[in-house]
């Protein structure tokens, strides 16, 4: 299989990497960039645990080849993190008890900090549409909500 030269801006740092034509985003974070909070989950774009912001927009990356991303500027969960501390989003989340299993929150983190980053003040069913393509198994959604909502009211309102 033939590799494709790709450059990307991943959580701040520029990479120069060789992927397959049929790399997908998600395998390429994982295993050649080694950040693993991004998670596979359903691998068809129905679960939302893969979700990372490429160009400003929330997207599955296990439905994104890498090669389609060439040149984007990308987000992953281990770039909320910044030397000041967690993002209002992940300490909304710990204090909401937004968090059990865990498994979904890289997804559903990405998702509601693409929506902040458009609508710093989002009505509760605008979250709601921001994170329908997220499951959670575990939370029943609300703390999720109100999670986001307390982020907004902090960080983006």
């Known amino acids: 299989m033939a590799k494709l030269d790709v450059e990307l801006k991943v959580n701040g740092e520029d990479?120069?990497?060789q992927v397959g034509?049929?790399?997908?985003?998600l395998d390429t974070i994982r295993?050649?960039?080694?950040?693993?909070?991004?998670k596979e989950g359903c691998s068809v774009g129905e679960c939302g645990a893969c979700t990372v912001i490429v160009d400003d927009q929330a997207v599955n990356s296990c439905m994104v080849l890498t090669a389609q991303v060439d040149g984007s500027k990308i987000i992953t969960v281990e770039g909320l993190?910044?030397?000041?501390?967690?993002?209002?989003?992940?300490?909304a989340f710990i204090e909401k008890q937004a968090v059990q299993c865990g498994f979904c929150t890289p997804g559903m983190l990405m998702s509601a900090l693409a929506l902040?980053?458009?609508?710093?003040?989002?009505?509760?069913?605008e979250i709601k549409t921001a994170l329908e393509g997220n499951l959670c198994r575990c939370t029943g959604y609300q703390q999720i909500i109100?999670?986001?909502e307390m982020a907004a009211e902090e960080w983006g309102g």
């Open 15 to 17: 990479y120069k990497l």
């Open 21 to 25: 034509s049929q790399e997908r985003l």
């Open 31 to 38: 295993e050649q960039l080694k950040l693993t909070g991004t």
């Open 81 to 91: 993190e910044s030397k000041s501390g967690l993002h209002p989003l992940q300490k």
């Open 116 to 125: 902040l980053n458009t609508n710093p003040e989002p009505s509760k069913e």
């Open 146 to 148: 109100d999670a986001v």
